[in-house]
């Protein structure tokens, strides 16, 4: 095969995928499309793979956040995401779930760069860049979802600081922080947002100090905080209409270097907002046998923005009920009872729609459950009820977050 209409591993790993403008024959086009569908694969065995984890930054203690500095890229670490979740309702009592979430995952460790030509291709990057959108109709038992891929280079995808402004985006997709105020705008197959999204309660680092441990070794740690009550404003287009929208969000920010440990193959998180205006955020990091680690974990979030961490002895989780996809075979549950009982917290979790599955070929390799849930049940002495969201990684296959070395 000539050299012109076959690419190498070398030739890739060097030019650090690749532009599709450089694919110009009807061959090469066919090839490149092949490639950019694998570049997932190809980034965690290949890119990363030629990278050690200890070339990267290590997150082992508290993390001392402050902002809006840290709303920003951190690119000494490995992999980091910004993800955004929310429940909303039309004038006419219609609900919808949403998810908008942007991925940085570093193909290259800190300093590489000072080994490239003197005068790079503005092509070259260290970073490549995913997000995934999704529209949950719960009226309609519809789910949308969408994803996206670019290089962070050429306007393509990136992190912007400007004074107090920060900026995510890819493509057309963006989340912009402003103070207290995150504009999200997404347009995506079947739907697009253009959501404004206020602060209710500030910044609510998790863990010691944003230090959130994922396993037990010290450095199976993420820097993780989140905004855990947006309100929430702006229009919703789905099928050619648009409609005003208002209702609640969540933010969360991450940062870590670290594989998930051996013994474990995914994940599950629950998001919460109670009428009483309180919060409930837990993650369970779940073995092969389905049995949940030490290390998970959970914050409180009480009504005046205070926050009790929860180690995990401190809640029990229960799950109800179960869905399988008729896609990936993947068996989530899909409803749960949670105690906090220091809280005084009985609570009953209902997925709002069955179908909310994810499966992310194009550019994650993940798939993975993400959607809005229902909420009732007791906090303290009186009732409550509320709305929230849920991720649930590792039932479709176990997750590999970034290649074990």
């Known amino acids: 095969m000539k050299r012109s209409h076959a690419f190498d591993i070398v030739s890739l790993r060097q030019n650090h995928f690749f532009p599709l403008r450089l ?67 039309t004038s006419s009592s219609k609900r919808f779930g949403f998810q908008l979430t942007f ?59 400007e004074g107090p402004s920060t900026l995510i985006s890819l493509g057309p997709w963006s989340a912009r922080i402003e103070g207290e105020v995150h504009g999200l705008r997404a347009i995506a197959g079947g739907f697009a947002l253009d959501l404004t999204c206020r602060g209710v309660k500030g910044v609510v680092p998790h863990g010691l100090r944003g230090y959130s441990r994922k396993g037990q070794k010290p450095e199976s740690s993420s820097c993780y905080y989140s905004v855990p009550r947006l309100e ?14 208002r209702g609640s969000a969540w933010m969360d920010h991450e940062y870590s270097s670290a594989p998930l440990e051996e013994d474990l193959v995914g994940w599950d998180w629950f998001s919460i907002q109670l009428g009483d205006q309180t919060e409930l955020m837990i993650y369970l990091l779940r073995g092969e046998s389905g049995e949940y680690s030490g290390a998970s974990s959970g914050t409180f979030v009480d009504a005046s923005g205070g926050k009790t961490h929860l ?45 909310q599955e994810l499966v992310t070929t194009r550019t994650t390799q993940v798939t993975y459950w993400e959607g809005s849930v229902s909420v009732q049940g007791r906090s303290g002495p009186k009732p409550v009820d509320g709305v929230g969201y849920v991720e649930l990684t590792g039932y479709a296959k176990p997750l590999q977050l970034l290649p074990a070395e």
């Open 311 to 355: 180690p995990r002895e401190d809640f029990q989780v229960e799950v109800l009920e179960r869905w399988k996809s008729p896609r990936s075979g993947g068996l989530y549950p899909s409803r749960w009872r949670i105690l906090v009982p220091s809280k005084g917290m009985d609570l009953l979790i209902t997925s709002n729609l069955a179908d």
């Open 23 to 89: 694919c110009v024959s009807a061959r090469e086009r066919v090839l490149c499309g092949f490639l950019f569908t694998l570049i997932p694969a190809i980034l965690f065995s290949v890119a990363c793979g030629s990278a050690k984890a200890d070339e990267f930054c290590s997150v082992t203690g508290p993390c001392n956040l402050v902002f809006p500095r840290d709303h920003g890229s951190h690119p000494c670490y490995r992999t980091e995401w910004w993800y955004y979740t929310g429940n909303l309702e």
């Open 103 to 161: 991925f940085r995952t570093r193909i290259l460790p800190p300093g590489a760069e000072a080994q490239w030509p003197r005068a790079p291709s503005a092509w070259r990057t260290p970073d490549l860049f995913f997000a995934h959108a999704a529209l949950s109709d719960i009226a309609g038992k519809r789910f949308f979802k969408e994803e996206k891929m670019a290089r962070g280079a050429v306007g393509l995808a990136g992190v912007l600081q």
């Open 232 to 245: 929430v404003t702006g229009n919703l287009m789905r099928d050619g209409e648009k409609s005003p929208i």
